[in-house]
């Protein structure tokens, strides 16, 4: 359990000073919206870990204006992603277990999807009409077992968002221990973004890491990636 209150000081002042050169200009993160959610029951994750995220990006950094970061750190959830249905394996709200995933009664997919997009047309609850492609993700990056990403990803393409018609492309990345080879499907077809997809021409992509024992280094550390986080040593 990490509870302890990181100091965003350097991460800061890293931040502006690789501005441009080892990172995007961070302008870029003026119009960025950011949706923060934060169980609390939360076993693994302290409090003040989001809170000094928020103040990174809204009051100390400052990089990203208050009114378009949401915080909501009042959900009673434990360490899981946020639905309002029941799918086969998921759990319960209050459970911190595989595949972190559970019906907590609130739409986690559904409100950071408004919040980045605006009001969207009411999901489909049906069934889906869209189709999951399985594709090659070594076609862009050279050696993706190097990355820690696995060979294949999935995208979810709505029926019409066929046949060449413009849409929406929102990409999500899975939390640690989230990866197919972990979980299967259940991020990809579980998580509800896929019914929000479906009604308002929305793409939606599955990047997908693989969990590797291959030590990498850190300044404090040497540590594998073997839960498949995103963003492992930072």
Same mark, same amino acid.
């Not at 990355?147 to 060449?164: E, L």
């Not at 018609?165 to 499907?185: A, F, M, P």
């Given at each position: 359990?990490?509870?302890?209150?990181?100091?965003?000081?350097?991460?800061?002042?890293?931040?502006? !000073?690789?501005?441009?050169?080892?990172?995007?200009?961070?302008?870029? !993160?003026?119009?960025?919206?950011?949706?923060?959610?934060?169980?609390?029951?939360?076993?693994?994750?302290?409090?003040?870990?989001?809170?000094?995220?928020?103040?990174?990006?809204?009051?100390?950094?400052?990089?990203?204006? %208050?009114?378009?970061?949401?915080?909501?750190?009042?959900?009673?959830?434990?360490?899981?992603?946020?639905?309002?249905?029941?799918?086969?394996?998921?759990?319960? +709200?209050?459970?911190?277990?595989?595949?972190?995933?559970?019906? +907590? $009664?609130?739409?986690?997919?559904?409100?950071?999807?408004?919040?980045?997009?605006?009001?969207?047309? #009411?999901?489909?609850?049906?069934?889906?009409?869209?189709?999951?492609?399985?594709? $090659?993700?070594?076609?862009?990056?050279? $050696?993706? %077992?190097?990355?820690?990403?696995?060979?294949?990803?999935?995208?979810?393409? #709505?029926?019409? +968002?066929?046949?060449?018609?413009? +849409?929406?492309?929102?990409?999500?990345?899975?939390?640690?221990?989230?990866?197919?080879?972990?979980?299967?499907?259940?991020?990809?077809?579980?998580?509800?973004?896929?019914?929000?997809?479906?009604?308002?021409?929305?793409?939606?992509?599955?990047?997908?890491?693989?969990?590797?024992?291959?030590?990498?280094?850190?300044?404090?550390?040497?540590?594998?990636?073997? $839960?498949?986080?995103?963003?492992?040593?930072?």
């Amino acid at each position: 359990m990490f509870t302890s209150s990181p100091s965003i000081t350097q991460s800061i002042s890293n931040t502006k !000073l690789w501005s441009g050169n080892k990172i995007d200009d961070i302008t870029n !993160l003026a119009k960025h919206k950011v949706y923060m959610i934060r169980g609390t029951s939360d076993p693994l994750i302290g409090a003040s870990v989001m809170t000094q995220l928020y103040k990174y990006y809204v009051t100390d950094g400052p990089f990203i204006s %208050s009114e378009n970061v949401v915080f909501k750190n009042d959900l009673n959830a434990a360490h899981t992603f946020p639905t309002d249905f029941d799918s086969i394996g998921n759990n319960d +709200c209050g459970s911190t277990s595989s595949p972190f995933i559970s019906n +907590c $009664n609130f739409d986690g997919a559904g409100v950071i999807l408004e919040h980045i997009y605006g009001p969207l047309k #009411p999901r489909n609850n049906g069934a889906l009409n869209g189709k999951f492609i399985e594709f $090659n993700q070594r076609e862009f990056l050279m $050696n993706s %077992s190097a990355y820690g990403m696995r060979d294949t990803a999935w995208i979810y393409v #709505p029926k019409n +968002c066929s046949d060449g018609v413009t +849409c929406k492309l929102y990409i999500t990345y899975h939390g640690c221990q989230q990866s197919h080879e972990k979980i299967g499907d259940k991020y990809i077809k579980n998580t509800g973004y896929n019914r929000w997809a479906d009604t308002n021409k929305i793409i939606v992509l599955y990047p997908q890491t693989v969990p590797t024992n291959t030590i990498d280094s850190t300044d404090k550390e040497l540590i594998p990636n073997v $839960n498949g986080c995103w963003d492992w040593i930072g």
